[in-house]
């Protein structure tokens, strides 16, 4: 068993443990050697924490460095598992993509896919817009109204001033409720003939007279129901 | 023949009637020896070149032992000396570890085979008690040495791990050791 001395024993313990295992810096080092030259009690402190560390490094060389390293398998693989749904198994696909081609493969069907999702979406706006535009009623004295309405329109009108002009001089000529009738006749044949190939906005429809137009029209009847009441 | 003598005794018949006596020296302390130049070197052939060297300078140095320290601590005392030179050398001519066999002719005596069967059952023997050593160690003290040889973490790690300061991580290693070495002293490892 060690003696101890009643002298000062100095406690380098912390040196010891650092110097054994190179965890010690080139000062503190270069100190403690120059120590440990000198200092048996020191020297014989060193030799025993060295003795002991190097039974545990034999151990750990005879017993443990053969061993080989156990595989750890692991019952759950998240390979195994399906995925619900398009966007999981997607998901999935980029998690376990292994390589670039894969992620790069994965990015061009999502980036498809979204957009096709955009043609699609965009498509039936479209035709919404259309069907909206069809549903508007036609108009051709607003003043508001585009410049092919605007030309058709006032068309309209010169053909029921020749018409009329045409009626009256017919009716003079002729006389009685036939020509007036035949005025209206011509007034609606001639918008008619007027409106084919117009915009789809005043296909199928009859056209809107103004004031002036409505009051030709009032005085037209009137005449018509006169010659009818007359006989 | 000299199993039952003391190192001080066998050191001054070595000394004044037979150099042989020295060979028993060499048997009970060449572990412990090469085991202190692992300690300053830090490699295993390194090691085993310090402590033959430590024991030739001290069977040269035979006459100069005094007495008035113990056997082990003025061998001690010259395998850390010898340690320090070779560690001298190596900074110096980092390329110029000469093996010297010619140095072979100048031993008195040869050191145990490693590979002897003798040497292999003491091995074994010792491996056992190791593992009961350290097993037999309290918890606080076996984690730093099992964190320390076998998971080779170093000072830092293992306070940052464990959550205690540097010291501490130091001054336990240093208490695992020291009891370690208690316990396998306890229990002598005889070679048939």
């Not at chain 1, 190097?54 to 692991?74: H, N, Y």
């Amino acid at each position: 068993m060690e003696k101890e001395s009643d002298k000062y024993i100095c406690n380098h313990s912390d040196e010891i443990v650092a110097y054994i295992y190179g965890e010690i810096s080139e000062n503190d080092r270069r100190i403690f050697e120059s120590h440990l030259g000198a200092c048996t009690n020191c020297t014989d402190e060193f030799a025993i924490v060295s003795d002991a560390r190097f039974s545990v490094f034999e151990w750990r060389k005879e017993e443990f460095a053969p061993l080989p390293t156990p595989e750890i398998s692991i019952p759950f693989h998240a390979s195994s598992v399906r995925p619900i749904g398009v966007f999981a198994a997607v998901a999935a696909m980029i998690r376990n993509a292994g390589s670039m081609a894969q992620v790069s493969a994965s990015l061009l069907l999502i980036s498809g896919a979204v957009l096709i999702a955009i043609a699609v979406v965009n498509s039936n706006r479209t035709s919404e817009i259309v069907r909206g535009q069809s549903e508007l009623p036609p108009t051709v004295a607003s003043p508001i109204q585009s410049d092919a309405s605007t030309l058709i329109a006032s068309d309209l009108k010169a053909v029921e001033r020749s018409s009329a002009d045409r009626a009256v001089k017919e009716t003079l000529r002729n006389g009685g409720a036939t020509g007036r009738s035949y005025v209206r006749k011509i007034a609606v044949r001639s918008s008619k003939a007027q409106t084919s190939g117009t915009p789809s906005t005043l296909m199928g429809k009859a056209p809107v007279l103004n004031s002036f137009e409505e009051k030709e029209d009032r005085s037209l009847r009137l005449a018509d129901l006169l010659d009818e009441a007359g006989g | 023949m000299f199993t039952d003598l003391t190192d001080e005794e066998i050191v001054n018949l070595a000394v004044r009637e037979d150099a042989n006596a020295f060979g028993e020296i060499v048997r009970r302390w060449d572990r412990k020896i090469f085991a202190l130049c692992f300690g300053m070197l830090g490699r295993e052939d390194d090691a085993r070149d310090a402590a033959q060297e430590a024991f030739i300078a001290a069977y040269r140095n035979l006459a100069s032992f005094r007495g008035d320290a113990r056997v082990s601590s003025w061998l001690h005392r010259i395998a850390v000396n010898q340690c320090l030179t070779m560690k001298r050398r190596q900074r110096s001519r980092a390329e110029d570890l000469i093996d010297d066999e010619n140095g072979e002719e100048d031993r008195v005596f040869i050191a145990p085979l490693l590979n002897s069967p003798a040497r292999r059952t003491e091995m074994k023997e010792r491996m056992t008690l190791v593992r009961q050593a350290v097993t037999a160690l309290p918890t606080d003290l076996r984690q730093v040495i099992v964190m320390k040889e076998f998971e080779e973490m170093t000072f830092q790690e293992i306070s940052d791990t464990l959550e205690l300061p540097l010291s501490t991580v130091k001054s336990r290693l240093y208490t695992a050791l020291k009891q370690l070495r208690m316990k396998l002293e306890r229990t002598p490892i005889e070679v048939v």
